[in-house]
């Protein structure tokens, strides 16, 4: 297990410390200094690789409530519903504020 020291960390990802706390890393404090494993930090830039954290997609079956054909000017019943997957998880369906 290898503990780095805040600045270290933030040299490391070429951050300043103080973005270094504020990202979803785990943290220990040891001796009352505020160290992070070097594990932890490798697997977060890993799953910033990824895409960030994982979202959950909601899907929508919609049956269609009558048939028309094409030459009806009847309205069209309404579209199914299209799944948008946003870049920021706070704002996907099921999101923590």
């Known amino acids: 297990m290898v503990l780095l020291t805040l600045t270290e960390t933030a040299t490391m990802l070429k951050v300043s410390p103080r973005t270094v706390r504020r990202l979803p890393i785990t943290r220990a404090y040891v001796g ?3 160290r992070y494993d070097l594990a932890d930090l490798e697997a977060y830039v890993k799953s910033r690789k990824a895409g960030g954290l994982p979202v959950q997609l909601v899907t929508v079956a919609v049956q269609p409530t009558m ?6 000017s009847a ?3 309404f579209a199914p519903a ?3 997957k946003h870049r920021n998880p706070l704002f996907a369906i099921g999101g923590k504020r």
């Not at 048939?67 to 009806?72: G, K, L, M, N, T």
Request: net charge neutral.
């Open 32 to 34: 009352g200094q505020l």
């Open 67 to 72: 048939q028309i054909e094409s030459h009806s």
């Open 75 to 77: 309205p069209m019943p």
């Open 82 to 84: 299209r799944l948008v």
